[in-house]
């Protein structure tokens, strides 16, 4: 019993020491970009010694990709995927409304992304190996399951669950771009997911 507490308490501590140098990471990145960003600023920022940070991040790439990741398979997603009504077919709008609010709370993590993968294509690797490939595969899965249940008629999964994400990725980055005072930034994120959903369900509803 000792023991498993002690390993119950060590990953606490963890978890918790891992979240704050990854809010730190996002406030320098957040204020200086990635490239001008440094791991000694970050660790400075954290309050932590720079090896501190080494201790659970290979990098400062691995730190952003860690960063985004976090937030695109949060924990709120692996339990709606996880939910026994996941694949009934109002699922898609609740499913569509926690990515769209996720994002547009952390729009500018969406930049950071983009401007590093066009510098680095490196990163891009990495992050499709950690973030994109999974979450994709869970996207898959569900779509899959909608498409056996006969919610969805029967389409490349592959193609859709990528379509999906676009839309998604897409709409981050128009509310990123319009600012505070545009249509996306004032637009109930509940009606915009409900719209959202209308236009993927019909679009994969009707044949040609």
Do not use: C, W
């Amino acid at each position: 019993m000792v023991s498993t507490n002690n390993h119950k308490g060590k990953e606490a501590i963890t978890k918790q020491r891992k979240r704050q140098i990854l809010n730190a990471a996002r406030d320098v990145f957040s204020r200086k970009g990635f490239a001008e960003a440094t791991t000694a600023e970050i660790a400075q920022t954290a309050g932590v010694s720079e090896g501190t940070i080494y201790n659970y991040f290979a990098s400062k790439r691995d730190l952003l990709v860690s960063l985004i990741g976090g937030y695109a398979l949060d924990e709120s997603l692996l339990n709606l995927f996880k939910s026994p009504t996941i694949n009934a077919i109002d699922s898609l709008p609740a499913l569509l409304e926690d990515r769209i609010d996720i994002g547009f709370e952390n729009s500018d993590l969406l930049t950071l992304l983009l401007a590093e993968i066009q510098r680095t294509p490196e990163f891009g690797e990495q992050y499709s190996g950690q973030v994109l490939n999974p979450g994709l595969a869970l996207l898959k899965t569900y779509l899959d399951m909608r498409v056996k249940n006969g919610t969805l008629r029967p389409v490349d999964t592959e193609v859709a669950s990528r379509a999906v994400v676009a839309m998604v990725v897409g709409l981050i980055a128009v509310h990123q771009i319009e600012g505070k005072d545009g249509f996306l930034a004032n637009y109930p994120v509940k009606d915009l997911a409900d719209e959202v959903a209308n236009i993927l369900s019909v679009g994969l509803g009707t044949k040609k």
